[in-house]
C-alpha cells in the first residue's frame, strides 16, 4: 500500500527483518485495506487501542533515548508497529501475547486486523494530499521454497497492504539482499540506501518483512532564512556550540507551558501533520529523563495547547541514526519472538520460525522551508501542573536539549521522535 512522503526534510528509517520463514509468493501489489469495516465504534475502540500503542512508542522511546545519552537520536515508532503488525497477525499463544503486551496491540488478532483500518485510512488520506509527499509500503520478501498459511497471506494482503515479493534467499542471498534494499531506496527516495548490510541474510532465512516510509513537506509559514542566526546553544554535557537557529514572531502559535515542559505545534501545509517541539523547563545536564516526556505528559500537552503571540529560536537540525531495536523489545517484554520455540505458526508451518533481528535507520532534516523524513524498518524470520505566569509574548527558545514529535493528526500518534542534544 502506499502513502505518501511528507516533510521537506527528511527521516530515514531501516526496515525491520524477520529472518526465516520458508514459502513463497508471487510479487503483488498492496491491495485495499479500506473496504468491508465494520462501522459500529469502530473509530472509537481504533483510538483506544492507538492511544495505548502511543504509550508503548514513548517507553520505547524512553529506553532508546538513554541508551544514546549524549547522542542526538531519532526513531519511528509508527514504522516499528506497522512492521510488527506483519509478524504479531502470524504469531500465536505466548508468543502473540508477548508482542500485543508490549507494543499495545489488540489481544485478539482478528480484532485488531480491523482496528488497525482506520489508522491506514489516515495514511491514504495523506498520501492523497497534494500538499504532502508522503509514502508508506509493506512489503514481505519470501524464499521462494517456503510455503505460507493462505489465511496469512489473505490478512496482511487485505488489513495490512501487504505486498509479496518471491525471492531465492537459499541460494542467491546477496542478490536477494540487492533486491531487498533497491525496494527501500525507491520507496524512500533514494534516502535509505542499505537497509539490509551485505550478509544478514542467509540459506536460514525464510521471510524479510519490510516497512518504509517517506515525509517530506513545507511549513505552512516557512521560516526567513535571511533572520536565521548563529549562536550559542548548549549541549547535554554542559559544551557550548555554534548552531543556527530559525527565528520568528508570529500570532497564533499553538503553545504550552507549564512547571515542567514549554512546548509549541508547528503545522505543515498538509493539515494531515504537525511537529511538536518539547523544551524542558529546566536543565540539569545530568541525565536524559528531563528531556522525553511520557505519554500522560505528551497528551497533557496536546490538550493544554492555545493560541499565542510567539517569539521561536530553533536550531536547524540534521541526523541520522542506525541501531537494532532487538535487545530493547527483549528488555520490554517481546522474548518467545526471539527464541527457538516461537510461534509463528498462523505464517507458516514449514519448519520452526523466530524473529533473529529488528533493525532501523532513521535520517531527518529539518530547516526553514521544513522538514522531510524517511523510515524503513524490517524484521527477518529465520528457521530453527501548575501553569506559569507567562508574559505578553511568549519565547520558546530552544538553545538547549529538547524534543520534537512528528506525528499524524487524526490520532496523534507519532510517526517520528528524535531528540536533539548536542
Not at 508503548?56 to 542526538?72: C, H, K, Q, W, Y
Not at 521560516?223 to 550559542?232: G, L, P, T, Y
Not at 524542558?280 to 500537552?301: D, L, N, R
Request: charged content about 20%.
Amino acid at each position: 500500500m502506499q502513502f505518501v512522503d511528507m516533510l521537506n526534510k527528511f527521516i530515514k528509517i531501516v526496515p525491520l527483518l524477520l529472518l526465516a520463514l520458508t514459502g513463497c509468493k508471487s510479487a503483488r501489489e498492496t491491495s485495499s485495506i479500506t473496504n468491508d469495516l465494520p462501522t459500529t465504534n469502530l473509530f472509537d475502540t481504533s483510538q483506544e487501542m492507538l492511544k495505548t500503542m502511543t504509550g508503548a512508542s514513548f517507553r520505547l522511546f524512553s529506553d532508546f533515548s538513554r541508551e544514546r545519552i549524549g547522542e542526538n537520536f531519532a526513531f519511528s515508532p509508527a514504522s516499528l508497529h506497522l512492521a510488527m503488525s506483519l509478524a504479531y497477525v502470524g504469531a500465536r499463544e505466548e508468543t502473540a501475547r508477548q508482542i500485543s503486551n508490549t507494543l499495545g496491540f489488540d489481544a485478539r488478532i482478528e480484532n485488531f486486523n480491523t482496528l488497525m483500518a482506520p489508522y491506514y485510512k489516515v495514511f491514504s488520506a495523506t498520501e492523497a494530499d497534494s500538499l504532502v509527499d508522503f509514502a508508506l509500503g509493506n512489503r514481505l520478501f519470501i524464499e521462494k521454497t517456503f510455503a505460507l498459511q493462505p489465511e496469512y497471506v489473505q490478512n496482511v494482503e487485505h488489513w495490512h497492504g501487504g505486498a509479496f515479493e518471491s525471492v531465492d534467499f537459499i541460494s542467491k542471498p546477496r542478490q536477494a539482499e540487492s533486491l531487498i534494499n533497491g525496494w527501500v531506496s525507491e520507496r524512500t527516495r533514494n534516502r535509505i540506501r542499505e537497509l539490509i548490510i551485505p550478509g544478514s541474510v542467509n540459506e536460514l532465512t525464510r521471510l524479510v518483512l519490510v516497512n518504509a516510509i517517506y515525509i517530506k513537506s513545507n511549513w505552512r509559514e516557512p521560516f526567513n532564512k535571511s533572520v536565521s542566526k548563529e549562536k550559542a546553544y548548549s549541549t547535554l554535557s554542559g559544551k557550548q556550540v555554534i548552531k543556527n537557529f530559525m527565528t520568528a514572531k508570529r500570532k497564533d502559535i499553538l503553545w504550552f507551558e507549564n512547571n515542567d515542559f514549554f512546548a509549541i505545534e508547528l503545522p505543515y501545509q498538509s493539515s494531515n501533520i504537525s511537529m511538536v517541539f518539547i523544551l524542558p523547563a529546566s536543565f540539569s545536564g545530568k541525565t536524559e529523563e528531563f528531556v522525553m516526556p511520557a505519554a500522560h505528559q505528551y497528551y497533557s500537552i496536546l490538550e493544554g495547547l492555545r493560541a499565542e503571540e510567539v517569539y521561536m529560536e530553533i536550531p536547524s537540525f540534521t541526523l541520522e541514526t542506525s541501531f537494532s531495536v532487538s535487545y530493547p523489545l527483549k528488555q520490554a517484554g517481546i522474548l518467545k519472538a526471539f527464541d527457538r520455540n516461537a510461534n509463528f505458526s498462523g505464517i507458516s508451518n514449514d519448519g520452526e520460525l523466530y524473529i533473529s533481528d529488528v533493525v532501523q535507520k532513521v535520517f531527518m532534516e529539518v530547516d526553514e522551508k521544513g522538514s522531510e523524513a524517511a523510515a524503513a524498518t524490517g524484521i527477518a524470520l529465520v528457521t530453527t501542573s501548575m501553569p506559569v505566569h507567562p508574559p505578553q509574548i511568549k519565547e520558546f527558545i530552544a538553545n538547549r536539549p529538547f524534543v520534537f514529535v512528528l506525528k499524524e493528526n487524526q490520532f496523534n500518534t507519532p510517526l517520528f521522535f528524535g531528540h536533539i542534544v548536542k
